[in-house]
């Protein structure tokens, strides 16, 4: 008895193409988001900020008015932002992400070209297999290219449109209010709780 004939087996493989027509940039890989290395990516960033978040401190410290008191001298001021970013660290980069995250919101051109700018990054270069290269116009693309072009691109949407000053301001914001609070904010009362903790033994 003859086996019965084998059926041919073929994989596809997914091909994007953005422009249409001949033109475009085309991929005949698996979309970024869905390679190894994103799934790796979102992975370690996932973890970073649950170990970040760990070390905050409580909210109720950071806006205690009883610890509020004017600083007598620059001096003072000084040494008391150093201490309380040692211990308010994580609390203050949240509330400069907050003052980044409200001025693109209200800003949606900025916030969309930032969007723009960060897609082109992960699926032209970060996310993008290895071994397919970038096809623009009919024209293949070196990763030395890419680099360059998207490079180029990142300095032109950064420093010569008002995407960048408005990052700049809304930074120097975020790290005045962190400046301020740590001026004015007595330390030593943190760092009390902090030795009672390490000689408990914890």
Not at 115 to 136: E, I, K, M, N, T
Not at 170 to 180: E, F, K, N, S
Request: charged fraction near 15%; hydrophobic fraction near 45%; glycine fraction near 6%.
């Amino acid at each position: 008895m003859s086996s019965p004939p084998t059926l041919p087996v073929s994989t596809s493989q997914t091909t994007i193409n953005i422009g249409g027509g001949g033109g475009g940039v085309s991929s005949q890989s698996q979309p970024p988001i869905a390679t190894p290395a994103f799934r790796a990516f979102v992975s370690r960033i996932s973890s970073s900020l649950r170990q970040a978040f760990s070390q905050r401190r409580p909210w109720y410290e950071l806006v205690d008015r009883s610890s509020i008191s004017r600083p007598e001298n620059l001096s003072e001021a000084y040494s008391r932002i150093r201490k309380n970013f040692t211990y308010f660290r994580v609390n203050y980069l949240t509330l400069i992400v907050f003052a980044l995250a409200i001025s693109l919101i209200t800003h949606p051109f900025s916030l969309l070209v930032l969007l723009g700018l960060l897609a082109s990054w992960s699926f032209l270069y970060l996310f993008r297999p290895s071994d397919q290269p970038v096809v623009l116009f009919g024209r293949t693309f070196a990763d030395r290219e890419t680099l360059g072009i998207l490079s180029l691109l990142t300095i032109f949407v950064i420093f010569l449109t008002s995407v960048g000053s408005l990052l700049i301001s809304a930074l120097m914001v975020g790290l005045a209010i962190a400046c301020a609070h740590g001026a004015f904010r007595v330390p030593e009362d943190l760092f009390l709780d902090d030795q009672e903790v390490t000689s408990s033994g914890f």
